[in-house]
């Protein structure tokens, strides 16, 4: 079987910055709480006169990870997206992405996974490249969730903001690359991160913001409770799966959710901050978006090499986690 490498990655995000002081000129709130219940200072926010889009966000990702590996349109195979915030109910987001690009020998669909459908999308792309189904596919998480906020809940709308982030995945005989991922998944807690009926429309003071007809709905205490426990577990099952030890992992990418839950993983796990990747401080949770823009991120740092041993682990609605260990192939 042919093994999956990363060959490319990119990342897009908005222009416009709303600080922790902005919104405290929309809901009671302030930077010190804000700051000390999640790490985020600062997110982006999408306009729609600046055509920022869930498809074009996914698509300025996809391109610059297109430019990294330099491949072109008509060598793809297979487009997966992952996205909450679709632009439309359908087609799907990826399709959209598909005919932008002119990819027109690939496969085109959506996962919808929450905070985990980039960890999902890795699993489908591998699948399909190690069974020879596909040869490179682009897998993509874009959001738009400033979309689906309820401006009035301070619990829910300091924590999130829009971005993209993609990488492109290349079947090579060469051993590496994404070595295993692990998915799961329990409905029966669905109603502790949700999207209800209905949406207000969005502060003056963020003029030009899209807003979809639902908004989220979020149990954070007892969602804190679920995540940490379920991103261990399956963080170590992907470790032994892979006969490494916590020392192999050069870097952790976790899910970009709350910077209390990224250090609650990191010491069950006994892997030191300085090994986890962060940038949730920049741009809050941007739910699929996070990892892949924490990869590029990460990649364009220095902070991976070739050969390095990197980890992602997610957590999300569904309720839905995953992880994947890749041997770095850039």
């Known amino acids: 079987m042919p093994f999956a490498h990363i060959i490319g990655t990119g990342s897009a995000v908005p222009e416009r910055v709303l600080t922790n002081q902005d919104l405290e000129q ?3 709130t302030t930077d010190e709480w804000i700051v000390r219940r ?5 997110r982006r926010i999408a306009r729609q006169d600046k055509n920022e889009t869930t498809t074009e966000l996914g698509l300025s990702a996809a391109r610059r990870a297109m430019q990294t590996a330099g491949v072109t349109a008509d060598q793809i195979d297979g487009i997966i997206a992952a996205t909450v915030t679709g632009d439309r109910l359908f087609p799907s987001t990826a399709c959209m992405i598909q005919k932008e690009l002119g990819a027109d020998n690939a496969a085109a669909y959506d996962i919808s996974a929450g905070c985990s459908g980039f960890v999902y999308g890795l699993e489908q792309a591998n699948n399909g490249i190690r069974m020879g189904v596909s040869r490179t ?3 993509v998480g874009t959001e738009r969730l400033s979309s689906v906020l309820n401006w009035e809940d301070r619990s829910t709308c300091v924590l999130l903001g829009d971005g993209a982030g993609a990488v492109l995945l290349h079947g090579s005989d060469e051993p590496g690359g994404i070595l295993s ?3 799961k998944s329990d409905g029966r807690l669905w109603d502790l991160l949700y999207a209800e009926a209905g949406n207000n429309p969005p502060p003056a003071m963020l003029e030009s913001l899209a807003f979809l007809p639902h908004h989220l709905k979020m149990e954070g205490n ?3 409770k679920q995540a940490v426990p379920s991103m261990v577990k399956i963080a170590e099952q992907a470790i032994e799966h892979n006969k490494l030890s916590r020392e192999d992992i050069q870097l952790m990418v976790p899910h970009q959710a709350n910077v209390r839950i990224l250090q609650a993983v990191a010491e069950r796990l006994q892997i030191p901050m300085e090994k986890v990747y962060t940038n949730l401080h920049k741009y809050g949770n941007t739910s ?3 990892i892949p823009i924490a990869l590029d991120e990460a990649y364009q740092e220095g902070r991976i090499k070739k050969g390095d041993y990197v980890l992602v682990v997610a957590f999300g609605a569904g309720l839905t986690w995953g ?4 041997q770095w192939s850039l």
Not at 38 to 42: L, M, Q
Not at 323 to 326: H, V
Request: aromatic residues 4%.
């Open 181 to 183: 991922t692990h998915i």
């Open 288 to 290: 699929s978006a996070s």
């Open 222 to 224: 007892r969602l804190f």
């Open 137 to 139: 596919v682009l897998v």
């Open 26 to 28: 929309i809901v009671d």
């Open 323 to 326: 992880a994947s260990i890749i």
């Open 38 to 42: 999640s790490g985020i200072k600062e």
